[in-house]
């Protein structure tokens, strides 16, 4: 008789950092309250990134990571950078195949559903072309920026060769919704994406209640276990529960809970079988299945962070004391952005070739990640061109264009 599958616990951590650069110097001042480190970055990585590689747990967990946080890891900690970049490997599985480890994340921390088409493409080609050179290969998830979604920004990702994302449970129209099993949402046109929609409440316990996660054993036992009664579902699947949460949270936002991730996704030879395995992420939601994936739709708009929807980061929202602010400010940003935009788009022509804005801004990422010399880039924009004010005025569009 074959054995029933078994239930499947992924672990993810979100892992990012903003570019903390002065953007006239290129260095990170100092900062005082990030103290004895020198700043923030530095503090962050000696308490999660670092002993995370080193205890080899990124490669039982999925996780992405911020290319921003990556760019500062691979120049000042290249320990971590490198737990980061090997642990993608994975374990192998029974086959002898490895299970990918990483998906990918827009360049910067935006948030997608605020963004204009082209700013949202460009963010999604630079994420996916960071990831590329980062690991190798082409990504096959994307986390988005505090999970902020849309179908508009479903359907940029799948026109990029994405094939699956992590939103939580309230992202779904879907009433009472089933989380421990993959969905697929259609876009239109013949195209979907699967998404995994983390379990809220262990996502919170991890996240929020110190003492859930002070024994590993304990919590896989009485939190994670009883998770998955009444699996296998009738249809064969084995029942998939998601602990999502920012990856900052183990050894940094709660101290020594590096240690409660490593016995949790790599439990002892002597712990007793748990009644579950732990997989990836991609292993879980791209493995060939013979059941039929439900589907449920997307509620447009929302974030896992903000229950009003994207309103924290557009105006007034009731998490916030005072938000009459934000609004204002955003509308300030966008009309700049817009003369941006314009000012670049006119000086571009001018120039030999006469670049197109949205090709060259999506190419750029390779200078911004130090894959291509910004002279050999420029030359290829500008035909060879050796007029070097053509290549300063270039390349100070597509900085402008950057910031």
């Given at each position: ?64 990571i911020g290319p921003t946080l990556a760019g ?11 737990g980061f970049v090997d642990a993608d ?315």
């Amino acid at each position: 008789m074959t054995a029933a599958p078994r239930g499947r616990l992924v672990v993810h951590g979100h892992f990012y950092q903003p570019l903390r650069v002065d953007p006239f110097s290129g260095r990170i001042p100092p900062d005082p309250s990030a103290a004895p480190f020198h700043d923030w970055n530095a503090r962050v990585d000696a308490e999660c990134y670092r002993p995370n590689a080193e205890r080899g747990t990124l490669s039982r967990i999925s996780y992405d990571i911020g290319p921003t946080l990556a760019g500062w890891l691979e120049r000042e900690s290249p320990p971590s950078y490198r737990g980061f970049v090997d642990a993608d490997a994975g374990p192998r599985d029974s086959a002898g195949a490895r299970a990918r480890n990483a998906i990918a994340q827009p360049f910067h921390h935006s948030i997608l559903p605020l963004a204009s088409a082209a700013d949202r493409r460009t963010e999604i080609r630079w994420g996916i072309r960071d990831f590329e050179l980062r690991f190798g290969r082409r990504p096959e998830g994307m986390w988005l920026p505090e999970t902020a979604v849309d179908i508009g920004t479903l359907r940029a990702m799948v026109a990029e060769g994405i094939r699956y994302t992590i939103l939580a449970p309230w992202q779904s129209t879907t009433a009472n919704l089933e989380t421990r099993r993959p969905y697929r949402v259609e876009l239109g046109g013949g195209r979907s994406i699967v998404v995994a929609f983390y379990d809220a409440g262990l996502s919170s316990a991890v996240s929020f209640e110190p003492a859930a996660t002070a024994d590993a054993d304990r919590f896989a036992r009485d939190r994670v276990a009883p998770r998955f009664g009444g699996t296998p579902f009738a249809d064969g699947e084995p029942g998939l529960v998601v602990i999502a949460t920012d990856g900052e949270l183990y050894g940094h936002h709660q101290q020594f809970r590096d240690l409660f991730l490593q016995r949790l996704v790599s439990p002892s030879a002597s712990t007793p079988d748990r009644g579950f395995d732990i997989a990836t992420l991609e292993s879980a939601l791209l493995e060939e299945r013979s059941w039929q994936l439900p589907t449920t739709r997307i509620a447009e708009r929302t974030s896992w962070s903000c229950h009003h929807g994207v309103a924290r980061w557009t105006h007034e929202c009731p998490d916030a004391a005072d938000g009459r602010w934000k609004g204002p400010l955003r509308a300030a940003l966008e009309r700049a952005a817009g003369a941006i935009d314009a000012v670049t788009a006119m000086q571009l022509g001018a120039l030999p070739g006469s670049p197109d804005l949205a090709e060259a801004r999506d190419a750029y990422v390779d200078v911004v990640a130090g894959a291509e010399p910004s002279h050999a880039f420029a030359d290829r924009l500008l035909g060879h061109s050796r007029r070097a004010a053509a290549v300063r005025g270039l390349l100070d569009l597509l900085e402008a264009q950057r910031w």
